[in-house]
Structures are given as C-alpha cells and as structure tokens.
C-alpha cells in the first residue's frame, strides 16, 4: 500500500517571502500523480498543482511549484512572494496511474501543513 | 459547471438517529469518493465507485454506514444508527479517469 508522508505539521513564513513544504511517498508503482490540495479555513479542498510521475519537468502554477525527486520519491511544494490568502492546510496526495487497475483509483493523503503567514 | 454539490451542509442530530448525507457528483465524471475527515485520523477514503459500482468499501467503519450511487449524478452516505464518534467533515469528490479529484464543501455532521 502507498503511504504519504507530510514530517512538517505546522509552518510559518513572512509575507511576499518563499516557503517550502515537504512530502515523501512511498510506492512500488512506475505509473502514478502526485497532487496538492489547499485547505483554507472554509474546509473546501482546493487543488493547487498535479505533477505526473512519467513528467521530468516539474510542474508550476503561477507562484506555485513543485521540486518532485523521482527516485528519493520526494514531492516538495514551493510558494513564492506568500500572500495572506496562502494561510491553509496543505495537504500532499498520492494516486495509482495504472489504468488497467479499477480498484485503485483512490487518492492517499499524507496528514498536512498547516501554514501560517504573518504580515 | 456548479462543482460537486453536497448536502446538507451542516447536520446536528441525536445519537441513534439515521443520517443522510448526498451528493451531486460533476456532470461527466466516472468516479466517486466518499471521505471523512477528523483532527485524529485525517483524510479517510469510506468508499468509492467507478460508474455508479462500488470499488472499494474497505474503509467504511461498520455495517452502521451504507453508500449508494443509483445514478451518474447521485450518491449517499447513510449512517444508522449514528453515534457520537461519526462526528466529522464528510467530502464527496468525483474525477474523470485519472485526473484530479474536485471536491464538494462538505458536510459537518455533529452527533450529540
């Protein structure tokens, strides 16, 4: 089974400053998306960025970014210039790619980063 | 496109009493996926479907919860009876293939 790990419960950072939010997966599959979500205090899940594992090229939106390491199996999530409306939880997700299989479909959620932003 | 669409979206009930949560997945979307979120456990997958089958139910907590999805465009999640534990966030989330899952606002039950 694939487990995804978010070791950073809390962060803070500066506003208009970068900050990093880390993520590892551990999985056995070649074929797979990694995904994070934002979870302001409304408790909507919010997408911000997909990356998919057959991609070299990191994905970005806008001023957000991810560092993904295939083979150190490490998905980190980067915000530039932070802004007051980037105060949430984040939360790194992990979802089978393999087509044929039906019964694994499911996206696993690591336990989130609250970030804090202070003006 | 009006999003996935959950209700209600808060519920407050008594312990024993059956609780129905629904949810109007994405027009076009094949999947469905019923979560639960609390502060001690997280995200939790209950159940989902792929074109209105159930796939996997490994993660509903007891013969309590029921799911259904008898169309493309609706599905519950009943509880029965319910207990003080059920209370949480439930999400409903749909995607197409293997895109990403949209989720709805949830429905923050409270058993008392």
């Known amino acids: 089974a694939q487990t995804v790990t978010q070791s950073q419960p809390e962060m803070s950072v500066q506003e208009a400053e970068t900050v990093t939010l880390s993520c590892t997966y551990d999985?056995?599959?070649?074929?797979?998306?990694l995904f994070w979500y934002k979870q302001p205090p409304s408790r909507q899940m919010i997408l911000v960025i997909r990356?998919?594992?057959?991609?070299?090229q990191n994905a970005t939106e806008n001023r957000f970014s991810v560092n993904f390491q295939k083979a150190a199996k490490s998905f980190s999530l980067k915000i530039s210039d932070s802004q007051l409306g980037d105060a949430a939880m984040y939360f790194c997700?992990?979802?089978?790619?393999?087509?044929?299989?039906?019964?694994?479909?499911?996206?696993?959620f690591g336990t989130g980063t609250r970030l804090t932003i202070i003006p | 496109d009006a999003g996935v669409i959950q209700s209600p979206r808060h519920e407050v009930t008594e312990m024993g009493q059956e609780v129905t949560l629904r949810c109007k997945p994405i027009s076009g979307h094949n999947s469905l996926f019923w979560y639960r979120q609390t502060m001690m456990r997280g995200l939790e997958l209950l159940i989902y479907?792929?074109?209105?089958?159930?796939?996997?139910d490994s993660g509903m907590p007891e013969d309590r919860f029921s799911a259904k999805m008898p169309n493309a465009s609706f599905s519950t999640l009943k509880i029965q009876p319910s207990e003080p534990r059920d209370s949480a966030v439930y999400f409903c989330?749909?995607?197409?293939?293997?895109?990403?899952?949209?989720f709805g606002n949830g429905t923050r039950l409270t058993v008392t």
């Open positions: 999985t056995s599959e070649s074929d797979y998306y």
């Open positions: 997700a992990y979802r089978s790619g393999a087509r044929e299989d039906f019964g694994n479909e499911k996206l696993t």
């Open positions: 990356q998919e594992a057959y991609k070299q």
């Open positions: 989330a749909s995607s197409f293939s293997r895109l990403a899952l949209h």
């Open positions: 479907f792929n074109n209105n089958v159930p796939i996997d």
